[in-house]
């Protein structure tokens, strides 16, 4: 195993996460306890030794699971992350009933790395609003000796994490992020990192393999890589993108599979991060897989021939991710910031914007199919 130096802790280069557990005939909510704890045991023999949970993973369980799976080994053979649910609006005048909560849940009386849950524009302005005081509470943990480590992550855009880190970036001492090599420029990735290198904070990954599509790939790109790395799998190209990424400390894997979590652990047995040419053809392998975006450019032409004054190059980098992904939180976490008379539903399916698109996108039925997916 790869270990890294964070502060005074050496941490698995690989850590585990607890979002995907096995669960029992597809229901999320119910973790087969059994296979999950039979991971944790693989995982803790082989030198795995960073786990992520939070507080709404598998409806609540995961904590609990997690916890009891690590309870049988001495406190100071692991470090455990948890996080504050501030993607939850509800939960920002509770932050001290729920850190209280989560201690029991894991059966510890301290996290090593606690979170503020998913920054993003539907919550930022909460986790800056005095009146909730969720970071100071949680500074006070820290000063108390209940939090060793804290940080945030973060799903949204640049300009949502900049005013998080203008307010706390003193007191944030990692930050978690969705980065893999799609995500290197459909998400920005690439800027995210840039900003947290520039600001000295430690990258922590989550969706290294983007909810497992990155774990397979069609044929020709997967025959590219392999004509590059005959003995690597495509799952390994993922992870070896992300050792060649600056600032790097801390790459999560949601692993639902005993067979997945002893893949991920032989490839960390190996730091072999890509060459310059490698990683180029990496990047172009993603631009097939997003060859079917449509070609947004952001010029906003558009915006100023919409006579209900939508933002159509937002809705229409939401619509993007929306159907690479298949569904997924992103997009309807960050229309919870939209007014809903500027959602998609608002088009009036008029074209005036149509006439003015330098890409010729048909917006208007772009529109149309993406309210019809959220609703759906």
């Known amino acids: 195993m790869i270990y890294k130096t964070f502060h005074d802790a050496r941490l698995s280069a690989l850590g585990m996460g607890a979002m995907r557990l096995p669960v029992i005939d ?17 995982a ?13 993973y598998h409806g609540g369980h995961s904590e609990t ?14 470090y455990l992350a948890t996080k504050f649910p501030g993607y939850d609006l509800a939960n920002m005048p509770k932050v001290k009933e729920i850190f209280e909560e989560q201690l029991k849940k894991c ?21 800056l609003d005095p009146k909730y005081g969720v970071v100071p509470y949680l500074m006070e943990q820290k000063k108390a000796g209940r939090i060793r480590h804290l940080g945030f992550s973060a799903h949204g855009a640049v300009p949502v994490m900049e005013r998080f880190l203008d307010a706390w970036g003193e007191h944030m001492e990692f930050c978690q992020i969705q980065l893999n090599y799609v995500d290197w420029t459909f998400q920005d990735a690439k800027a995210k990192v840039a900003l947290l290198n520039s600001r000295n904070i430690p990258v922590w990954v989550m969706e290294p393999l983007r909810g497992g599509k990155l774990a397979s790939l069609p044929q ?28 790097v400390t ?17 490839t960390f047995e190996t730091d072999a991060p890509l060459s310059e040419a490698e990683r180029s053809a990496l990047l172009a392998v993603a631009d097939g897989l997003l060859s079917g975006r449509l070609p947004c450019t952001a010029c906003r032409y558009c915006v100023s021939h919409c006579p209900r004054g939508l933002d159509i190059p937002m809705l229409l980098e ?27 539903t608002a088009c009036v399916g008029c074209r005036s914007c ?19 997916k959220l609703n759906g």
């Open 26 to 42: 597809g229901d999320d909510s119910r973790i087969d306890v059994s296979a999950a704890e039979a991971m944790v045991d693989y």
């Open 44 to 56: 803790m023999a082989h030198g795995v030794n960073y786990y992520d949970t939070a507080w709404g």
């Open 65 to 78: 699971v997690l916890g009891k799976a690590l309870g049988k080994y001495p406190r100071d053979s692991f």
């Open 107 to 127: 059966g510890v009386d301290h996290f090593d790395f606690y979170l503020c849950h998913n920054v993003c524009e539907m919550n930022i302005d909460a986790y």
């Open 220 to 247: 020709a790109g997967a025959e590219k890589l392999r004509a590059l790395r005959p003995d690597e799998s495509v799952p390994a190209w993922a992870f070896r993108f992300l050792q060649a990424v600056p600032g």
């Open 250 to 266: 801390m790459i999560l894997s949601g692993m639902s599979s005993a067979e997945q979590l002893k893949a991920n652990i032989r």
């Open 318 to 344: 939401l619509y993007n991710e929306h159907r690479f992904t298949g569904g997924g939180f992103i997009a309807p976490m960050a229309l919870m910031a939209v007014p809903e008379d500027k959602h998609p």
């Open 354 to 372: 149509e006439k003015v698109c330098p890409q010729q996108i048909k917006i208007s039925e772009a529109m149309a199919d993406f309210a019809a």
